[in-house]
């Protein structure tokens, strides 16, 4: 089994700065790519970031030049550093694990966290 905890989350003003945190543990051979998924209330989840494990990274075009995705230097962590937040970034934000449990086999791996809340107040 495969777990996969989320944390960092909280209240910021507009304008400010807030780091999430993401750690998967469990039977994981390797975890090719790591996302950020967002969902504000009313709204469908979507993705913010993603890095790969050869550390490429793709954003949404609402948090280009805001939001840094980036791998720990512990194995299978994954950070998201947020600046100049905005109300419209308040949302459930979750990590999504991507990846093998053990080598020569196909992907079996998709883990979700639990998510955790982020509130941009104005």
């Known amino acids: 089994q495969v777990r996969v905890v989320e944390s960092g989350g909280g209240s910021v003003q507009a304008g400010g700065s807030l780091e999430l945190s993401c750690e998967a543990s469990?039977?994981?051979?390797?975890?090719?790519?790591m996302r950020w998924y967002r969902q504000a209330p009313g709204k469908e989840r979507e993705l913010v970031a993603q890095?790969?494990?050869?550390?490429?990274?793709d954003y949404a075009d609402s948090v280009k030049g805001r939001f840094t995705i980036f791998r720990g230097d512990a194995k299978n962590t994954v950070y998201l550093h947020m600046n100049s937040l905005k109300p419209e970034d308040t949302a459930v934000y979750y990590c999504?694990?991507?990846?093998?449990?053990?080598?020569?086999?196909?992907?079996?791996?998709?883990?979700w966290g639990q998510g955790t809340q982020v509130t941009v107040s104005s």
């Open positions: 890095i790969t494990s050869g550390g490429s990274t």
């Open positions: 999504n694990a991507l990846g093998y449990s053990r080598p020569g086999a196909r992907p079996d791996l998709d883990e």
């Open positions: 469990g039977m994981i051979f390797s975890l090719p790519a």
